[in-house]
């Protein structure tokens, strides 16, 4: 019998399997775990509304009362510090120990970062939860120009919130279009000409040797010797799966966390959904799909399989986003 779940990683994906675990009408204790003080919000909406100020904060993916009214004991600010997949137990940095039948990871990516000279001045930022959002959105008020490393879906989210704010804006792309892992050459075309016209500079086959200043960031140095001065820049070159604890914890990882087309590791009673998880694809091969909707997709398939329902769901990159 099933009486304790704990899942780890506060965001969509975690959020999404603790209300499908309710509406499936599981009854047992349900431990959500979040790294973050605030309680789970809308993680995309930190590239545009909150950004661009039409938001002050990013809107909750559920309220404070449901949590409450459902029953779901939340650790928020007490991330983990080990998983026993052996003895079935987390230990948060607190020093609290909780048991589980089942246990969903759920714990995204973290940025990746520059591997160049430069990358930790002052004046460079990552876009990954509200804390680096807010950051980002004080400094817009007292810049006039802002360098996009990196032309994804994030990279060219901020460029729009970053140019309607009234910022000067460039976008360096290493690869010969916008948005090719993620979309598509047609697509980052489209996107192209449509940043383009709202004055947004692009620059794509952009290799960057490093960036220059003594403690705030002042330029950037393309390996030609070409260089851009840059006030603010924003590192948007993707993420790596954050699969650190349950690598450690000897459950199989290759580029994220590996599961089947249910979400079950190999740890029987470990369960992977969301960015971390390296999902089967369903024209074959497998990876992590960072988008939205496989997130909740694939939450929903990992709670009907820890409740023994396995409906295998072969996953296809999805995504969205608002019209620039």
């Given at each position: 019998m099933i009486k304790s779940i704990v899942i780890v990683g506060a965001g969509l994906a975690g959020t999404t399997a603790a209300r499908a675990l309710r509406a499936r009408g599981y009854a047992?204790?349900?431990?959500?775990?979040?790294?973050?003080?605030?309680?789970?919000?809308?993680?995309?909406?930190?590239?545009?509304?909150?950004?661009?100020?039409?938001?002050?904060?990013?809107?909750?993916?559920?309220?404070?009362?449901?949590?409450?009214?459902?029953?779901?004991?939340?650790?928020?600010?007490?991330?983990?510090?080990?998983?026993?997949?052996?003895?079935?137990?987390?230990t948060l940095h607190s020093g609290l120990s909780l048991d589980f039948d089942r246990l969903l990871f759920a714990t995204g990516m973290r940025p990746r970062k520059l591997s160049i000279p430069g990358g930790n001045l002052e004046g460079v930022f990552s876009l990954r939860n509200f804390?680096?959002?807010?950051?980002?959105?004080?400094?817009?008020?007292?810049?006039?120009?802002?360098?996009?490393?990196?032309?994804?879906?994030?990279?060219?989210?901020?460029?729009?919130?970053?140019?309607?704010?009234?910022?000067?804006?460039?976008?360096?792309?290493?690869?010969?279009?916008?948005?090719?892992?993620?979309?598509?050459r047609q697509i980052g075309a489209w996107c192209r000409e449509q940043l383009e016209?709202?004055?947004?500079?692009?620059?794509?086959?952009?290799?960057?040797?490093?960036?220059?200043?003594?403690?705030?960031?002042?330029?950037?140095?393309?390996?030609?010797?070409?260089?851009?001065?840059?006030?603010?820049?924003?590192?948007?070159?993707?993420?790596?799966?954050?699969?650190?604890?349950?690598?450690?914890?000897?459950?199989?990882?290759?580029q994220g966390v590996v599961v089947d087309a249910c979400g079950q590791t190999s740890s029987p009673d470990i369960y992977a959904a969301g960015d971390v998880a390296v999902w089967p694809l369903r024209h074959g091969g497998r990876r992590a799909l960072e988008t939205y909707i496989n997130s909740q997709q694939q939450a929903e398939a990992a709670v009907a399989a820890m409740l023994g329902e396995y409906n295998p769901v072969p996953q296809v990159a999805t995504s969205w986003t608002e019209r620039l």
């Amino acid at each position: 019998m099933i009486k304790s779940i704990v899942i780890v990683g506060a965001g969509l994906a975690g959020t999404t399997a603790a209300r499908a675990l309710r509406a499936r009408g599981y009854a047992g204790r349900i431990h959500l775990i979040g790294n973050e003080s605030q309680l789970p919000y809308d993680r995309p909406s930190l590239s545009k509304g909150v950004l661009g100020g039409a938001q002050e904060i990013p809107p909750l993916l559920m309220e404070a009362a449901w949590f409450e009214s459902e029953g779901i004991e939340l650790h928020l600010g007490d991330p983990v510090f080990a998983i026993n997949a052996k003895e079935r137990l987390v230990t948060l940095h607190s020093g609290l120990s909780l048991d589980f039948d089942r246990l969903l990871f759920a714990t995204g990516m973290r940025p990746r970062k520059l591997s160049i000279p430069g990358g930790n001045l002052e004046g460079v930022f990552s876009l990954r939860n509200f804390a680096d959002c807010a950051a980002l959105r004080q400094a817009f008020t007292v810049a006039k120009s802002l360098v996009i490393i990196g032309g994804g879906l994030i990279g060219c989210e901020v460029a729009t919130s970053a140019r309607k704010a009234g910022l000067e804006v460039t976008i360096l792309e290493c690869a010969d279009e916008l948005l090719t892992r993620v979309l598509g050459r047609q697509i980052g075309a489209w996107c192209r000409e449509q940043l383009e016209a709202m004055g947004v500079r692009i620059e794509l086959n952009a290799h960057i040797s490093h960036l220059s200043g003594e403690r705030s960031v002042r330029s950037l140095v393309f390996a030609d010797g070409r260089e851009v001065e840059a006030e603010l820049v924003l590192v948007s070159i993707g993420g790596d799966p954050e699969d650190t604890l349950l690598n450690a914890a000897g459950v199989a990882c290759n580029q994220g966390v590996v599961v089947d087309a249910c979400g079950q590791t190999s740890s029987p009673d470990i369960y992977a959904a969301g960015d971390v998880a390296v999902w089967p694809l369903r024209h074959g091969g497998r990876r992590a799909l960072e988008t939205y909707i496989n997130s909740q997709q694939q939450a929903e398939a990992a709670v009907a399989a820890m409740l023994g329902e396995y409906n295998p769901v072969p996953q296809v990159a999805t995504s969205w986003t608002e019209r620039l």
